[in-house]
């Protein structure tokens, strides 16, 4: 350790909207904070995803801070699903508002994080070389912040510009004139797909595995509808708070229905009404779609049917329609004008299932179908999620031990919070907890809260460390599990991130927590208020 190290009480790596948090409650219990951030400002997903079409899908009403209520009453959201570019305003007025950006460090990438158990302290280093000694270590790393670009032979050959959604340039991108070409259709290829193909002279989609997506309904947020959520902002928030996702669609719109018939009760003559009168919307109502596995495959067959009708080639149609798996397994995808896109005359779908990528030449991409010529190349294909921004940094524990070892088979931890043998650190959203499966803002909230309760128990108690035992670990591992099993989260023949599945190699396990926000946060409350349960203070 250098003698410049700065010393501190808590380091918060990430300042997105969970380290900024972080920041800002810690500092407010009167400890000494700094944030280390990669990227030039805040913002952590919403300042890297600036790709056309990035927005979020969970109404911005909801998808904002409830820790102020000054914060919640002077901000105007304009539309239903805000866009990236609104975000990140968001973001950035926050920064400004509660004077956050002086005890964050940007352009500052965190290498290694060492913990020094005679004097109970994490010894962090930064690639420029940056030293800093901290009682505590947060880690507010995101769960999508490392992209995955998978190797593909020849790819650095190509002679034109290559873009990946996950850290997409800053001034933006002209593709007019360009013949582009994007690889994934996941929420970030699905969004960016029709925006792209409005600029691009042509466009060429290759897609591995076509989607569920349902429309997003997003639209401007009437002056009327956020003043009746803003009154109504105390109930919203109690009730997400209690709620499986974090979300109720309190913002006084309609866009989503909320499902309460059974599939399996319908009759054909039913199914066709509903598609007739709410098209992907209809799909929406039913039940039982996430919880039996029949009436999901009958939902399956309805959403092809859905995509023949609204794609004109029934070729295009056919590559477009998902087999093989249930809806529900992966993420839910959403859109606006997705499926329409393929009826453009300068698009092109190339189904990867009839013949993949054999490799990049510096013209184009050449399959088993034949070669594309393209003049730019869009990764959209995803993150090495919730663990690969972590385990990127050198983290070692009590006794030397690396947290890449400990997770070599897959994450564990205590509640998501904490992991055995490495005491003092905490992963804000990590695996194990609800994190991904739910509104990120009010999961980061509630996990902030409890990670600052926490040190302030053990400041009025005289604690210095905090770990979890190794059989709360164990039990709680087992737990996020068996909640999982029997889901179509956990289908065998689901092939999600959520699972690892998407990075070769990566162990195969569940990685976020199935059992809701609310239910959840009543076992982190019960934990804590039994002395911590499970976790050994010293
Ligand atoms: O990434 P993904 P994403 N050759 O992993 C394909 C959040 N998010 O960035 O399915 C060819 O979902 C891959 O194909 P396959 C949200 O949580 C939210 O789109 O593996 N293709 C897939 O099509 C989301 O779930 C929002 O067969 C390859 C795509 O790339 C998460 O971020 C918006 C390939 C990757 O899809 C990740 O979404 C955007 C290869 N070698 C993102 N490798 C909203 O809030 C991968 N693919 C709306």
Not at 302 to 329: F, H, N
Not at 404 to 421: D, F
Not at 434 to 452: A, F, Y
Not at 491 to 500: D, E, F, I, N, V
């Amino acid at each position: 350790m250098t003698a410049a190290a700065v010393q501190l009480d808590a380091v918060v790596v990430g300042a997105g909207f969970g380290g900024m948090y972080a920041l800002h409650k810690l500092r407010e219990q009167g400890l000494r904070v700094r944030v280390l951030e990669a990227g030039a400002d805040v913002g952590g997903t919403w300042y890297w995803n600036r790709y056309p079409g990035a927005r979020c899908d969970v109404p911005s009403v909801e998808y904002s801070y409830s820790f102020s209520k000054e914060l919640q009453e002077e901000w105007d959201w304009t539309e239903i699903m805000a866009a990236q570019p609104e975000i990140l305003r968001y973001a950035n007025h926050v920064a400004d508002r509660f004077g956050l950006r002086k005890d964050i460090v940007f352009d500052t990438r965190v290498s290694a994080a060492h913990y020094d158990d005679a004097s109970g302290r994490w010894q962090i280093e930064t690639e420029a070389g940056g030293s800093f000694v901290s009682r505590f270590l947060l880690l507010a790393t995101g769960c999508l912040s490392e992209p995955n670009t998978p190797p593909i032979e020849g790819a650095d050959q190509f002679a034109g510009p290559v873009y990946h959604t996950g850290r997409w340039p800053h001034e933006g991108v002209d593709f007019s004139g360009l013949r582009v070409g994007i690889i994934g259709t996941g929420s970030s290829g699905v969004q960016a797909i029709p925006v792209i193909a409005e600029a691009a002279e042509h466009l060429t989609v290759f897609q591995r595995t076509p989607n569920y997506t349902l429309p997003a309904g997003n639209r401007p947020l009437s002056r009327d509808q956020l003043q009746r959520a803003k009154a109504r902002y105390e109930t919203i928030r109690r009730a997400e708070r209690r709620s499986q996702g974090g979300f109720i669609f309190g913002f006084g719109g309609n866009a989503f229905i909320a499902p309460t018939e059974r599939l399996l009760e319908t009759t054909e003559e039913q199914r066709e009404a509903a598609m007739d009168a709410d098209g992907f919307a209809s799909l929406r109502r039913y039940l039982d779609i996430a919880l039996d596995p029949e009436a999901n495959e009958l939902a399956c067959e309805m959403y092809r049917e859905l995509v023949r009708r609204q794609v004109r080639d029934p070729d295009t149609a056919e590559k477009l329609s998902p087999r093989g798996y249930p809806i529900g397994c992966k993420r839910p995808v959403i859109d606006t004008g997705y499926l329409d896109t393929f009826n453009r005359d300068n698009v092109t779908l190339v189904d990867l299932r009839r013949g993949g990528i054999e490799r990049i030449v510096p013209t184009g991409i050449e399959t088993s179908q034949g070669t594309f010529e393209i003049d730019a190349l869009v990764y959209a294909t995803g993150f090495d999620a919730m663990t690969g921004t972590i385990l990127r940094i050198d983290i070692r524990g009590r006794d030397g031990e690396s947290l890449r070892e400990a997770w070599e088979a897959g994450p564990c931890s205590y509640l998501g919070l904490q992991v055995h043998g490495f005491p003092n650190l905490f992963t804000i959203t990590g695996p194990g907890s609800p994190s991904v499966l739910t509104n990120m803002i009010i999961s980061i909230e509630q996990h902030v809260d409890w990670i600052s309760e926490c040190i302030a128990y053990m400041d009025a108690n005289q604690l210095s460390r905090v770990e979890p035992e190794a059989d709360a670990q164990r039990a709680w591992v087992e737990h996020v599990n068996e909640v999982a099993k029997g889901t179509m989260l956990t289908a065998p023949t689901c092939q999600s991130w959520y699972l690892g599945a998407n990075i070769p190699g990566k162990p195969r396990i569940f990685m976020p927590y199935v059992g809701g926000v609310g239910q959840y946060r009543e076992i982190c409350d019960d934990v804590s208020s039994d002395g911590y349960r499970g976790f050994r203070l010293r």
